[in-house]
């Protein structure tokens, strides 16, 4: 088959002529199809080559036009040409270009006739040069013979150039000449050609282009005639152009799609859509394919071919027909048909087809319906079963079988976590309408705690629902949802608010309580959202809550401070909420908050004060079988939680160590906050020097450890080893058992063996002190109350009372008092050694020694005491802070078996680390005791020793 080409080489141009074919057809008719001509020629408009020549010349022709309905087309002949040398012995002395040959008068034109205007024949010339003068002899005076082509010079009277008498010059210039011929020629017999491929070519051996010349020397004569002549040829090839395009109809589907029993048909055809008749042979194939294989896998129905006659523009092929009715079981099958063409174009060999669109799909109609019911019972451990019903309907002419996979899958609401986990499941395809197939799917669930109050729902949702619209075949449409079914669990609990607290009953002022509020479900249902509150009372001193018990309460007086009978003008202060919300209450115990316990701070109180705490709810129960749906909405409230705000007294010794054969009993306060301060400390007893104890020392600090309180830290917020830097001790937890043995005092030996004076035994019940000399008495195993103080006495006054039995202190002020003496004869002092030794609740200062018991060891069977408030309650009496309230100062040797420190006083909420007894060992006492036991005015506290030297 023919191609557009356009080809240059030294021998042949190809010139297509495509580009002017729709304008031309316009007036030459109806053209053949494409249009190419070689052309062959000697040069093709390149530089003249003399080639050892006088004169010489270069031609080629150019322009083509397309033929026209007679086959005639139309090109420019091209000549160029030149004198080789411009001297004299290479003149000529007449030039011309002419054609010979069959085919001359179709190179260059007519000119003219040779041998006169009577005579010769044409003359074909493209060139001619006149002689000079011009010659106007007749024709035997030319130098060119009769009747031949290559006589070409004649008077211009004779003959017409192109364009004038020729060329009025001798010889051609050296520098080259151009001139151009418009020519003609014709395919033979065009119009039975034109309408299948071929060619034409116009060329012969005679057809030529030539020059002839002469040498330029008297008589004309040595010419070259038809000297250096150049052949050429034309060769026109045509090619139809066409294209092929085929098309498929498809009937007998909605969409696309058919349900099986009814039919879809094709039609294929194919048509030369031009715009030249096709020449060649077409093979046509009706294809078939399912959409199951891939896309290059069609079948071939049939093939056959378009003869190879002329197949015009713009007519079809006889059409193909196919069909297909599915059956049951092809849903979800497509077939698609289609026609090829091959070749599909004049210059395109590779075949074309109708397309792949041309598909038809089966499926079915068919629509999911559902249904859930719900049975059981409705209250904890009950098991409720819902049963959910799928069919595939057959109303409405829905009676196909599913296409897909019926996927299911239970929804819930209101319920808890714990439904049931087989939740979801899938229906295979193919599933046939009808109840007889009809897919009935249960699910069964305990009811548990949790679900109280709850409405617990189930429906079952089917996806595809429907396959009623065929643009959907693969996935069906939309969903089923069914309506809930439900239980309703009616609420079931009673709500029991509780309340403690870590304070044994009793709190120091500035220390934090810790409150564990609570809320106790008797179930058997979690409860409804309840608010819960907890309030805190503050009693004065002297006032008691007026009820405690567990109690409810409705409407106006259901607030905790009403309850509770609060004075309303305190309320929001003394009576206040300090936690609340709201929860739901699973079975059981729950703490209130969740961060429990809480640490409450105690303020700053008086002593006797009660602290109180309570916990309220509401709703606090409901029951299916009461009425309002068993809603309880009053309050419940717990019992008052109450303590009483305390002060733990403490006892501070100066002067001296502590030293002990047995324990030390006493007690601390941490977390004591004093006003303006705003850290939180540590107080309790304290000794100034060390403290030594063989038994355990139970928290009594040492080196003034705790007298100012000891600041606390979030990691040892009671840490005794920070305040104990000078107790004695072998163990560390706790400290104590220091078991070094302690040497015994010998003080109560000493004033054992002193003489009694004048005036003893005591026989009285009762003395005053000051109205006995200095001396030694004794009262023997008689009770004696003492009283009195001496007061500065001139010259010192000494009394010591020794008894067997009980020495009671009274009055505010009792012993020695020497506030300006000189020496230490002159000091008066007071010393009393009894068995047992009572220091009433009045007196507030002593300044005695106070020696209790036989001094003999801690083995004592009867051992001695010292107490300080024997008349308030006894050695182990109840104290309150209005008994023994006054704090006592001893000023003195204390020497006892055991001592009972009873006094309430100091340790006030605005100053904690006042003590309550303070015993002092004044330096004083002590110079007076060496003094009075050596007899000497002075006490030697250092010497010195010499040393003889070492070398």
């Given amino acids: ?176 000449s151009t001139r151009s011929y418009r020519m003609s020629n014709t395919i033979p017999n065009w119009s039975n050609k034109r309408n299948s491929s071929g060619e034409y070519i116009f060329t012969a051996n005679d057809t030529r282009m030539c020059q002839y010349y002469k040498y330029p020397h008297p008589g004309f004569g040595n010419f070259k005639s038809g000297d250096n002549c150049k052949t050429f040829s034309i060769k026109i090839k045509w090619t139809n152009k066409w294209s092929i395009s085929p098309t498929t109809t498809m009937t007998g589907t909605s969409g696309g799609y058919i349900r099986p029993g009814n039919t879809v048909n094709w039609k294929h055809k194919a048509t030369n859509s031009g715009p030249d008749p096709a020449n060649e042979t077409i093979t046509m194939t009706h294809q078939r394919k399912n959409n199951r294989t891939n896309d290059d896998d069609w079948t071939n129905i049939l093939s056959w071919n378009k003869s190879p006659q002329l197949w015009l523009p713009n007519t079809s092929t006889l059409e193909r027909k196919g069909s297909w009715t599915p059956v049951q079981g092809d849903e979800g099958k497509k077939i698609c048909e289609r026609i090829l063409a091959t070749p599909r174009a004049w210059d395109n060999d590779r075949p074309v087809g109708s397309g792949t669109g041309n598909c038809a799909t089966a499926w079915q109609r068919w629509r999911i319906k559902g249904s859930t019911t719900v049975s059981g019972g409705s209250r904890v451990g009950n098991d409720v079963t819902w049963t959910h019903t799928l069919m595939n309907k057959t109303n409405n002419n829905d009676t196909d079988n599913t296409t897909v996979e019926i996927t299911w899958n239970f929804n819930e609401t209101g319920g808890s976590d714990t439904l049931p986990s087989t939740r979801s499941g899938s229906i295979a395809k193919d599933w046939k309408p009808g109840g007889d197939h009809k897919k009935t799917l249960t699910n069964t669930y305990k009811i548990i705690p949790s679900d109280g109050g709850r409405r617990l729902c189930q429906n079952i949702e089917a996806t595809p629902g429907s396959r009623t619209n065929a643009d959907v075949p693969s996935r069906g449409e939309g969903k089923v949802l069914t309506e809930y079914a439900c239980v309703e669990v009616p609420y079931d609990y009673e709500l029991k608010p509780k309340i403690a607290t870590d304070s044994n009953g009793f709190v120091e002022a500035g220390q934090d309580v810790n409150i564990m509020p609570g809320m106790n479900n008797a179930g058997p249902t979690y409860s409804e959202s309840a608010k819960w509150e907890v309030y805190r009372y503050i009693y004065k001193p002297g006032e008691n809550p007026s009820r405690e018990e567990l109690g409810t309460s409705e409407g106006a007086g259901a607030a905790p401070c009403a309850y509770h009978k609060f004075p309303s003008d305190r309320i929001g202060t003394d009576c206040k909420r300090i936690l609340y919300g709201s929860k739901e209450f699973g079975v059981g115990d729950t703490p209130l908050p969740d961060t429990n316990p809480t640490a409450v701070p105690i303020d700053n109180l008086d002593a006797g004060s009660k602290v109180c705490f309570s916990t309220s709810v509401s709703p606090w129960k409901s029951s299916p079988g009461d009425p309002d749906n068993g809603s309880y909405r009053g309050w419940r409230h717990t019992a008052l939680e109450c303590m009483t705000v305390v002060k733990k007294p403490k006892v501070a010794i100066m002067g001296g160590d502590a030293r002990v054969q047995g324990s030390i009993n006493t007690s601390y306060s941490s977390g004591i906050s004093s006003p303006g301060v705003s850290d939180k400390r540590t107080y309790g007893s304290w000794g100034e020097y060390g403290i030594f104890s063989k038994g355990v020392n139970s928290l009594m600090s040492s080196g003034l450890g705790l007298r100012d309180g000891y600041l606390e830290s979030s990691s040892a917020p009671s840490s005794y080893l920070g305040w104990s830097t000078l107790t004695f001790a072998n163990k560390s937890d706790p400290l104590g058992r220091f078991q070094q043995t302690m040497p015994a005092s010998n003080a109560i030996s000493y004033f054992k063996g002193l003489s009694e004076s004048p005036g003893s035994p005591i026989t009285d019940s009762s003395r005053d002190i000051s109205t006995l000399p200095g001396g030694v008495y004794n009262t023997g195993g008689r009770d004696l109350i003492l009283t009195g103080v001496i007061e500065n006495d001139i010259n010192g006054r000494v009394v010591v009372i020794r008894s067997t039995g009980t020495v009671t202190i009274r009055g505010e002020e009792f012993g020695a008092i020497n506030s300006s003496k000189s020496s230490i004869a002159d000091m008066s002092q007071v010393v009393i050694l009894a068995k047992n030794i009572n220091i009433e609740k009045d007196v507030k200062e002593i300044n005695a020694w106070l020696l209790a018991g036989d001094g003999d060891s801690d083995q004592d069977t009867n051992p001695g005491t010292i107490n300080t408030c024997s008349d308030d309650g006894g050695a182990h009496g109840e104290l309150t802070i209005n008994t023994c309230s006054k704090e006592l100062v001893i000023t003195g040797a204390v020497i006892t078996d055991k001592i009972y420190l009873r006094r309430t006083a100091g340790a006030e909420s605005n100053n904690p680390g006042i003590p309550a007894e303070t015993i002092h060992l004044n330096p004083l006492n002590q110079l007076w005791a060496y003094n009075y036991a050596n007899k000497q005015d002075r006490a030697q506290t250092t010497y010195l020793v010499e040393l003889p030297p070492r070398f």
């Fill in 1 to 176: 088959m023919g191609r557009i080409r356009l080809l240059f080489t030294s021998t042949k141009i190809i010139i297509s002529l495509v580009a002017m074919w729709a304008l031309l057809s316009i007036f030459m008719g109806s053209p053949a199809g494409a249009i190419s001509f070689e052309i062959t020629s000697p040069q093709n408009n390149m530089a003249i080559d003399c080639n050892n020549k006088r004169v010489n010349f270069v031609m080629w022709p150019s322009h083509f036009t397309n033929p026209d309905a007679t086959g005639k087309f139309y090109y420019n002949m091209n000549i160029k040409w030149k004198r080789c040398s411009g001297n004299n012995n290479t003149q000529t002395r007449a030039y011309a270009i002419f054609a010979t040959g069959s085919e001359s008068q179709n190179v260059c034109p007519e000119v003219g006739n040779y041998g006169g205007p009577s005579g010769g024949g044409a003359a074909y010339d493209c060139v001619k040069y006149l002689g000079s003068p011009i010659y106007t002899s007749g024709y035997v005076s030319l130098s060119c013979p009769p009747k031949a082509n290559d006589g070409c010079l004649y008077n211009p009277g004779w003959f017409k150039g192109p364009s004038g008498p020729g060329i009025a010059s001798n010889q051609p210039s050296t520098s080259a």
